[in-house]
């Protein structure tokens, strides 16, 4: 009859656990007195991460939009005003007197004279200018033109020959010149301003040198 050999401690259930549980107590140990060496840290970014930058006020200069016509206090770009009663344009002696009221309005329409100035133009005339600002407070675009304005003299009705013609858009406002040749002699003149409804009239003043 052959006798049994007992089986090997590594064959018995509790000899595996102890084995495995040996092995894992090593890598565990392992692993850690790598992580102190620094060897897992080698593949990371050297970059250090700081406070977010905080957004500061704009520069000096940035532009920032106007109001709106309807409360008067923008325009597009045009003639400066002047002066009442000066001829800023290098003809010394000249002087053109404009009324105190400079704004004439109509429903959705309205106009500013900015300024008034007279030069010598051929023998025996002059030309006056007129700056205006044309405001449109409607909705819709708006001719502004040498059509809406007329200029008295001496009981004759003369058109203007600056060949103004522009567009105004809905709520907005633009700047042009409206001349007129005249004779030398006009002291006394009245610029008619021309709506559907009616039209204005402004009196004007001519002083020569």
């Known amino acids: 009859?052959?006798?049994?050999?007992?089986?090997s401690w590594w064959g018995t259930l509790p000899g595996l656990m102890t084995a495995a549980a040996a092995v894992i107590t090593a890598l565990t140990g392992l692993l850690i007195g790598l992580g102190q060496l620094g060897v897992f840290d080698a593949g990371r970014s050297g970059s250090?991460?700081?406070?977010?930058?905080?957004?500061?006020?704009?520069q000096p200069g940035a532009t920032q939009t106007g109001n709106s016509p309807r409360?008067?206090?923008?325009?597009?770009?045009?003639s400066p005003a002047a002066d009442p009663g000066t001829s800023p344009d290098g003809s010394p002696g000249w002087t053109v007197t404009l009324p105190d009221q400079r704004k004439?309005?109509?429903?959705?329409?309205?106009?500013?004279?900015?300024?008034?100035?007279?030069?010598?133009?051929?023998?025996?005339?002059i030309t006056l200018t007129f700056s205006v600002r044309c405001t449109n407070y409607g909705r819709y675009d708006l001719n502004f033109w040498d059509s809406t304005f007329r200029l008295n003299v001496a009981g004759i009705s003369t058109a203007p020959d600056s060949g103004l013609n522009e567009l105004v858009a809905g709520d907005?406002?633009?700047?042009?010149?409206?001349?007129?040749?005249?004779?030398?002699?006009?002291?006394?003149?009245?610029?008619?301003?021309?709506?559907?409804?009616?039209?204005?009239t402004v009196k004007v003043l001519v002083a020569s040198p």
């Open 48 to 58: 250090v991460s700081g406070p977010p930058t905080a957004v500061g006020p704009s």
């Open 71 to 78: 409360n008067g206090n923008s325009q597009q770009s045009g």
């Open 1 to 7: 009859m052959s006798e049994e050999k007992p089986n």
């Open 104 to 125: 004439y309005r109509s429903g959705d329409v309205e106009y500013e004279l900015l300024r008034a100035q007279a030069r010598p133009d051929a023998d025996g005339k």
């Open 172 to 200: 907005a406002s633009k700047a042009g010149d409206v001349t007129f040749t005249v004779p030398a002699s006009t002291r006394e003149a009245a610029l008619r301003i021309k709506f559907l409804g009616g039209e204005s």
